[in-house]
């Protein structure tokens, strides 16, 4: 872990600045890489979870947080009056070990070195790896990547059929114009307008060419419910890099994990077949029109 200081970002609530603090310190970052929107710490969450999705992990909350004991680090909320001080929204620190205690507290450094049983702990979180087996994805790789547009899918409503078409707008900050995403109608559009990861959703062809599914079928470009089916490059190390689809460039924000959901609207065998291959979630940064064949390629 880092020895990190509060964030001096004053329109920020303090036990948000505090919980991205600790949450840089444990995956060892710069806190400036921690998301800090401006909202209190219920509605920075999602942030968080977005954010650490990328990076191969989620933010668990623990039932019992008080009597939660656990041999790694944990994430504690406690209640604001702690000995001399009272903060409104409460505090956030650092826990580690068996029985756990207090091993950073950006917001009061008195904490440090007490003991998890002694104080008022009122939440918990867990960061843990989605796959215990897999590595989490870097972006730590410059090598540059290619390929090309196989397909395009769009459909205006959350459940219905998704349908091809050879172009689309792109808008930046929404995702395609005509899909349910950019109409900020998708079943997993977020509440927050500024949670990223939902413009734009993408999946190799040669995962769905492979895919065999329970019944033996296969998977069609516009069942796989992603918008830009690709052709040539490996989708999974574009997390966290920018690339050009055509003249549009994007920004991989992690995974695009397949789910029951995915399962309920096309096949069985589709959620456990798109495993770790069910494609990339991007952000749309420029405005431009994308056609099949366009090329895609890394820009950073």
Known sequence: MFDVDLPN???IPPIVRSFAACLASVIETSPSEVPQPPADLQGTLAHWRSWLA???AGLVPIANPARFNWPGYWLAILDGKVGKRHE???IAVLMFGTPSGVVLSPQDGDLVGAAASTLPVREGYVISGLDPSVPVPSAASSARLSGTVEAIAVTAEATEPMRLVSQALACAG???DGDRYAAKAGTFTPADD???GYDLT???AEVLDELRLSDGGTLGYAEARRNIVTRGL???ALVGRRFRVGKVECLGQRLCEPCAHLEHLTSAGALRGLIHRGGLRADVLTD???TTDSDIETID
């Open 9 to 11: 970002t004053e329109t």
């Open 288 to 290: 431009g029109k994308i």
């Open 202 to 204: 993408l999946v190799e």
């Open 88 to 90: 409104r929204d409460g």
């Open 174 to 176: 929404r995702g395609l």
């Open 194 to 196: 500024t949670v990223r």
């Open 54 to 56: 990328g990076r191969g």
């Open 234 to 236: 490996e989708l999974n």
